[in-house]
């Protein structure tokens, strides 16, 4: 199996930033698409961003302008880096990786935990 872990949430102000990272790990062989989504309580999750092994990357309309996606193919790593953050940001965010284990197929939407981000003042 992939593994997905994020970390780097926690509580930041109104107007602060905040930077999150997963990392992929274990039974790796091959990762496509990687994103982000989140999901606050009573809403289903949605989308945040997304970035493909080309670097071609995709934003909802409520981040644009304010995150960026990026990722470091070496390190299995994808990052969302959080500015200008307001409180209706405040969710839990979640890691996702279109990836392969073992071979080249099948190929599955792996998941990470979750790490909160609360933005409040």
């Known amino acids: 199996q992939v593994h997905l872990v994020e970390s780097g949430g926690g509580l930041v102000q109104p107007g602060g930033s905040l930077r999150l990272s997963c990392t992929a790990s274990?039974?790796?062989?091959?990762?496509?698409?990687m994103g982000w989504y989140r999901q606050a309580p009573g809403k289903q999750r949605e989308l945040v961003a997304t970035i493909t092994n080309g670097g071609v990357t995709n934003y909802a309309d409520s981040v644009k302008g304010r995150f960026t996606i990026s990722r470091d193919n070496a390190k299995n790593t994808v990052y969302l880096q959080m500015n200008s953050l307001k409180p209706e940001d405040t969710s839990v965010y979640y890691c996702?990786?279109?990836?392969?284990?073992?071979?080249?197929?099948?190929?599955?939407?792996?998941w990470g935990q979750g790490t909160q981000v609360t933005v409040s003042s």
């Open positions: 274990g039974s790796i062989f091959s990762i496509n698409a």
């Open positions: 996702n990786a279109e990836a392969s284990a073992y071979g080249p197929y099948p190929e599955n939407d792996y």
